[in-house]
């Protein structure tokens, strides 16, 4: 018999309680039809399936339990908040606080769903929640909590003796999402949860505040710059920013009919109302100059002023820019969330202190951005996350199939990668120099580089809009004025990663690589594969260039003599790593397993390349390209 059972019958002894004990007593529900490929491209872990566990009868016997929150005075815009679970008899491993937002969440099982969860590859007969837990934590996080070294004496009615409970607290890390919390406590761990107390709701101080600003470019100029922020605010705000100059936001949100799927995570219970997203364009800049901008109103609040730089213009001759792909986030406490990139903090902190260092003219992050995956909140506490890089130079992006792919939503790729999300939560929050609504893909310069940015989510293939597209723009390219031309998507050509699913699609190599080689594309930057690898100058799977040693003892490519592009997958920025094989192909020079991210400086003569270990600052790998005129 297990402890939370032996509680409730000592509950029932104590007082008298009639219900029927079936809290934890029931084994693990069976995942019927999660498929080991479902598995991996979503990481099931028991919080993340934490919706499709019964809800079961939880006897209220304990007179004695409370909930208090530290602060019940309204929340901050960040905050760290510490929940005391008191009144506890007989402390359990498997007892547990979730943090519920918005407050009046259905906190119960939700049978009219049953039938739709085939398609996140689940089966199970019903859901636990209507509302799912934005994140949660064992009070077994708090050493004492077991051993019950915080306890107090209790009376009860009718004994002539005291009664020991104990407590334990866990601290929470909120950011402002809008919607209030309350903390529910739960027994019965993640697989046979059961609801024993839950706290008075607490409110945001200001849910309208605006927050997480973010920069793009809109073109090649350097002269001009978009600001994205998030708000509760639906009426339009400002930017104010150089001397003395203002814009008007306009503004977009986007809706849980907006999602795709019938009960995806984004459409059903990962939903959270997203507030309003604004966007403001600031012109009349120099480029690579510094200076300063706010955004909010007199009505809802200014964010602080921030420094920015401008990016240097199309034609200039020095850059430098950081890149990586598959970032996404990690709790700042030990909370569980649905879907938890580890590396995503010290890559985050590292490149944070690149850019406040001033040696970052720009940011490009290559496809899944913040792994909400349709758990729509966690877009908020990404946001934050990057908002110490985002907001003080262009941090550009393309789209990755958890950002876009879902069955039947128009995705090259028909897995249920986005949740359901389809790329309209994407699209909003990065609102990228693309021509169409879904269709995000575009090209932008910068000093001596031109950026090709592709989705590998969209039909690519020979007859298709965006192949078409590639091929124009490609062949567009001015090398006398940006004679380096960098190509990037999410999904790579080459790869040493042998997964459950290929990481290689072989169509998408046959329609576009030609395309490379034709234009003489010189670096192809790929993610999707979290580690890291560089190869020879290859095409068709052989090697047409290798570098030399030059006298630092770094690969050099000499592109005067142009064979092939250097591929390097950066998706190393957060997921879980990725290991390699121990047989490798010729054409895979070096890899790393290791979180980190690419730092770039591109004159007109040379491009350099070097992969830096987020946590250690060492150079892992170093090469660069020279070339003559082509």
């Known amino acids: 018999m297990g402890p939370s059972k032996i509680r409730w019958l000592l509950l029932s002894f104590l007082f008298g309680s009639s219900y029927v004990v079936c809290c934890c007593a029931s084994s693990t529900p069976l995942l019927v039809g999660s498929t080991d490929e479902f598995r991996g491209r979503t990481a099931i872990s028991e919080f993340r ?73 689940d089966f199970a007969n019903l859901p636990l929640l209507c509302d799912y837990p934005v994140k949660a934590q064992f009070l077994s996080n708090d050493p004492s909590y077991l051993r019950c070294k915080k306890q107090e004496w209790q009376s009860y009615s009718g004994k002539n003796s005291a009664l020991r409970t104990c407590s334990g607290s866990v601290t929470f890390h909120v950011v402002n999402f809008r919607t209030d919390v309350e903390f529910v406590f739960f027994t019965g761990g993640f697989d046979t949860p059961c609801i024993l107390k839950r706290s008075d709701p607490i409110a945001f101080a200001n849910p309208k505040s605006p927050l997480y600003g973010h920069l793009s470019g809109i073109d090649s100029t350097g002269t001009s710059m978009k600001i994205t922020w998030v708000s509760g605010d639906n009426s339009p705000q400002e930017v104010q920013y150089g001397d003395g ?156 199939n958890h950002e876009r792919d879902h069955p039947s939503s128009g995705s090259v790729y028909e897995t249920p990668d986005s949740g359901g999300e389809c790329g309209i939560a994407y699209e909003a929050y990065f609102p990228m120099p693309t021509h169409a609504k879904d269709k995000p893909w575009y090209s932008i310069e910068q000093a001596s580089v031109h950026f090709t940015v592709i989705s590998t989510e969209h039909d690519w293939t020979e007859n298709s809009e965006q192949y078409y597209w590639i091929k124009k723009d490609l062949e567009s390219v001015d090398r006398a004025r940006t004679p380096w031309l960098i190509f990037t998507g999410h999904r790579p050509m080459y790869s040493s990663n042998n997964g459950i699913l290929p990481s290689v699609d072989p169509k998408f190599v046959e329609s576009v690589e030609p395309l490379l080689v034709d234009n003489k594309v010189d670096l192809v930057l790929f993610g999707h594969v979290h580690n890291y690898e560089r190869t020879c100058a290859v095409y068709q799977n052989e090697c047409k260039g290798m ?56 004159t007109k003569k040379d491009l350099r390349v070097e992969f830096v270990n987020a946590s250690t600052k060492e150079i892992r790998d170093s090469f660069h390209i020279i070339k003559g005129r082509i």
């Not at 001033?358 to 349709?374: K, L, P, R």
């Open 49 to 121: 399936v934490l919706n499709r566990r019964f809800l079961l009868d939880c006897p209220d016997a304990n007179p004695y339990l409370a909930i208090n929150i530290s602060s019940y005075s309204p929340l901050s815009d960040e905050e760290n908040i510490t929940v005391t679970v008191s009144g506890v008899i007989l402390p359990d491993k498997s007892d547990w606080v979730a943090m519920i937002s918005p407050s009046n969440a259905d906190v119960s099982d939700c049978p009219l769903n049953s039938l739709l969860y085939k398609e996140t590859g």
């Open 245 to 400: 100059k203002s814009a008007t936001s306009q503004v977009t949100t986007f809706t849980q009919a907006d999602m795709c799927g019938t009960a995806s995570p984004a459409k059903d219970f990962g939903w959270h109302d997203p507030g309003y997203i604004h966007s403001a364009v600031m012109t009349g800049f120099q480029p690579s100059q510094k200076y300063s901008y706010r955004y909010g109103s007199d009505s809802v609040g200014w964010s602080g002023q921030i420094e920015f730089k401008t990016p240097p213009a199309a034609g200039s001759d020095e850059l430098r820019f950081i890149a990586y792909g598959d970032m996404g986030k990690a709790p700042l406490d030990p909370s569980a969330e649905h879907y938890i990139q580890p590396g995503s903090l010290s890559v985050a902190r590292a490149v944070a202190d690149e850019v406040a260092s001033g040696n970052v003219d720009s940011v490009f992050h290559i496809g899944d951005i913040s792994y909400a995956t349709g758990f729509m909140v966690e877009w908020d506490y990404f946001l934050s996350l990057i908002t110490p890089i985002a907001s003080h130079v262009t941090y550009m992006t393309a789209i990755g």
């Open 547 to 602: 570098p030399t040693r030059d006298k630092d003892g770094v690969d050099t490519y000499d592109n005067s003599n142009y064979t092939a592009p250097i591929h390097a997958v950066i998706g190393m920025a957060g997921f879980t790593l990725d290991n390699f094989q121990s047989g490798v192909e010729n054409w895979s020079l070096m890899r790393i397993s290791e979180y980190g991210y690419a730092r770039v400086h591109a």
